[in-house]
Every structure is written in C-alpha cells, then in structure tokens.
C-alpha cells in the first residue's frame, strides 16, 4: 500500500465530475487499499478520489465504526435537514457550518462488485456520506456553507 498526495483546493482534479466504475479488477482494489491508508494517516474520517487525483466514483469512509468502501455510491433518497460543522482534507485549516440532509438513503457497489445500501440518519456518517459524494460531481463543502472560517 502507499500514501496518496492529498489534492488542496484550486487543484482541477477537485473540480471535474468523477466517472462511474466500469469495471471493479485489481487496480481498483489496490486504490482502495491506498485510500484508506492515506485517510487514516491524515487523521479523515473520509477520502474521495477526486481528492488524490483520481477521477472515478470511489469514496471510503471510517466514522469510527470501520472502513466503509463506496464504489459508484448514490444518494438514492434524502429526508430531512440538519446543519453541521464540516471541514475538509482538501482545504486545510477551514472549517465551516453546512446544511445537508437529516437522513440519506445510498446504493454502492462493495470491492466484490456486489451491491450494497446504507442507510444514514443524523449522524456523523449522514453528513460525510453526503459530504464525500459531492467531491465526486466537483462539489467542496465550502461552496455550500454559509460562513467559512480558518483556523490558524
Ligand atoms: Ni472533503
């Protein structure tokens, strides 16, 4: 496995709206292996590939209740609304309040190709669900938050 550079915001690998998996072989499988040990080692509860350059639907996530692999996840249905304090390891040291969704339904594929659901609800994972398929269509929580502030 191998630590992947972190993209930082003005990055365009941010910015593009990441392609579906077609196909889920080895190659895939390993860039899920090195994202989850490149999150970890920067303290994120999640990472999407986008965010080390890779332009494909794939996010990991470990809320503290172990390590969650979405391939080509979708937020099939949301209910609800919650503000939450969100901060991003593509934009370092900022941090700032957003309004998601209070419950959010998604379908994803696992490394096996097998599909999968989660069901999210005011939670922690809720909101980084939401928060890491976004980078997938170019989104930073920053653009949606109503005030941003840096922390030095
Ligand atoms: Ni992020």
Excluded: W
Aim: aromatic content about 2%.
């Amino acid at each position: 496995m191998a630590i992947l550079e972190i993209k930082k915001v003005g990055d365009t690998s941010l910015r593009q709206k990441a392609l579906p998996v077609e196909r889920i072989d080895g190659t895939i499988r390993h860039l899920l292996d090195d994202m989850a040990e490149t999150m970890y080692k920067a303290d994120g509860v999640g990472l999407a590939a986008p965010q080390v350059g890779v332009n494909k639907r794939i996010v990991v996530i470990d809320t503290g209740e172990g390590l969650l692999e979405l391939i080509n996840p979708e937020i099939v249905r949301s209910e609800g609304e919650m503000e939450n304090t969100e901060g991003c390891l593509s934009v370092p040291g900022t941090s700032g309040r957003v309004k998601r969704a209070q419950k959010v339904y998604v379908h994803y594929l696992n490394r096996r190709g097998k599909r999968n659901r989660i069901i999210a609800n005011g939670n922690l994972l809720a909101t980084c669900l939401q928060h890491e398929i976004d980078h997938l269509e170019g989104i930073l929580f920053i653009d949606k938050a109503e005030e941003v502030r840096t922390n030095v």
